[in-house]
């Protein structure tokens, strides 16, 4: 069961609501509560995963039961410039949107493909464009072997 936050269209005031339903944050949706509520008006995901700790708080939280999704929220655009892929040198580098390069070259014994390279240099860049990203690699496909 996940917490999340909303608020109703043309109100300020935010809500809790719990839920078992995949909600998108930032997603505009019809709802019923307690299979008996049907809203009118439409509500705004503020938040998906609230910490139950927030939640402790409050007193009655009610339930979504089913929800109609109106509007989504945008697609996130990449947070990249421009990719490079070069199949001769087996490498793929992206220029992200600040300005920062992140390269990786597929490793012997490995055969070249441009999807997990361009995943692996998103991967790179969550480690801060350090190679550790490889460690944790190593470790996780061991241990599904």
């Given at each position: 069961?996940?917490?999340?936050?909303?608020?109703?269209?043309?109100?300020?005031?935010?809500?809790?609501?719990?839920?078992?339903?995949?909600?998108?944050?930032g997603g505009v949706y019809y709802i019923v509560a307690d299979n008996k509520?049907?809203?009118?008006?439409?509500?705004?995901?503020?938040?998906?995963?609230?910490?139950?700790s927030v939640i402790q708080y409050i007193g009655n939280i009610r339930t979504i039961t089913s929800?109609?999704?109106?509007?989504?929220?945008?697609?996130?655009?990449?947070?990249?410039?421009?990719?490079?892929v070069n199949k001769e040198k087996r490498t793929v580098v992206i220029k992200w949107k600040d300005g920062v390069k992140t390269k990786v070259k597929c490793q012997d014994g490995d055969s070249f493909d441009a999807e997990k390279g361009i995943a692996l240099c998103y991967m790179k860049r969550f480690f801060e464009n350090r190679g550790c990203y490889n460690d944790v690699l190593k470790k996780y496909a061991e241990t599904t072997e």
């Open positions: 069961m996940n917490f999340v936050k909303v608020k109703f269209k043309n109100y300020y005031k935010e809500y809790y609501f719990k839920t078992d339903l995949n909600l998108i944050s509520t049907k809203y009118d008006t439409p509500v705004f995901i503020v938040d998906n995963n609230v910490p139950k929800a109609r999704l109106i509007c989504a929220p945008p697609k996130p655009d990449g947070f990249f410039d421009k990719i490079w």
